[in-house]
């Protein structure tokens, strides 16, 4: 029999599903996804974007290979709303402060919402709020952690290509103060007395801020397990009497520096609060 009038079926392997969704937080760990640029083109030919409102209209249903979450978790409603995410994803990776620590917002943690609400709103009876900021991990089993404000493009990069090629993705958490070494920074503690976190702060960013001179504030979360070892919290408390004694920092101005946008996350929460009390 010939096979010259045999058409042969087109192949078409299937491409893993991503979605993208977004709790409280900027968009700033999205527009970094679409940072990416010619590297997203590329992607979105391995994978399947599937739902990513920031990037596409066309939204389809879970549930999906990869969840990309950005956000942290400030409403009755988004606490529900993670759990039907958590139901949907595969593999679920959250991307930046807001989604791994609570974010800017979580200062709320320390302070009375309800008087905000009086204060700030004409009709507070219509806003629906928790009393704290809390990540995702409060929440839901969380695969993986992109740290940041925003996350560093690369560093996703990485994790996306590992995770598709079937490799276990390996994050960095050495403190900020290596990668400044790498780069060869000089430290802006000892030439400029500037009260750095980058000592007790995990890299990821590539020492923006010391490489312009600039302290670092914490924007990658605290180096917990880092290079001092598994479990091991950084030592936030030599730090902060340095910030204190040597840089004369006043106690209300140690409390500022861990309270930024990882402040309500391990090592530095348990710090502020130590200094809170001497204020």
Known sequence: MSNKNRVCPIVTPVRPTLAVYKF???DGCQLSILNLE?????????????????????????PYDIVLVEGSITTP??????LAVRQQAKTLITIGACATAGGIQALRNWSDVETFKQVVYPSPQYIHSLSTSTP?????????????????KGQLLRVLTDLLAGVQ???????????????GHVC???????????????????????GMGRD????FGPTEGGHEGPGVPPNT??????????????????VRRFRGINGSVGSFERESDVWDKKT
Request: charged share 25%; aromatic share 6%; with cysteine.
């Open 136 to 152: 995702i991990s409060d929440h839901v089993r969380v695969d993986f952690e992109l740290w940041g404000c925003p996350i560093d």
């Open 237 to 254: 408390g030599s730090l902060a009497r340095q910030f204190n004694e040597e840089l004369n920092l006043i106690p209300v101005e140690v």
């Open 24 to 26: 409280a937080s900027c």
């Open 77 to 82: 409603d988004d606490a529900h709303r993670i």
């Open 38 to 62: 010619d590297d997203l083109l590329a992607l979105g030919e391995t994978l399947d974007i599937a739902y990513f409102p920031e990037a596409s209209s066309e939204m389809r249903d879970g």
């Open 169 to 183: 993705p390996r994050l960095p958490a050495d403190s900020v103060c290596l990668e400044c070494k790498r780069r």
């Open 188 to 210: 802006v503690v000892v030439a400029k007395s500037l009260p750095c976190l980058g000592p007790v702060t995990r890299t990821g960013c590539g020492a923006i801020c010391p």
């Open 216 to 219: 670092c504030y914490g924007c």
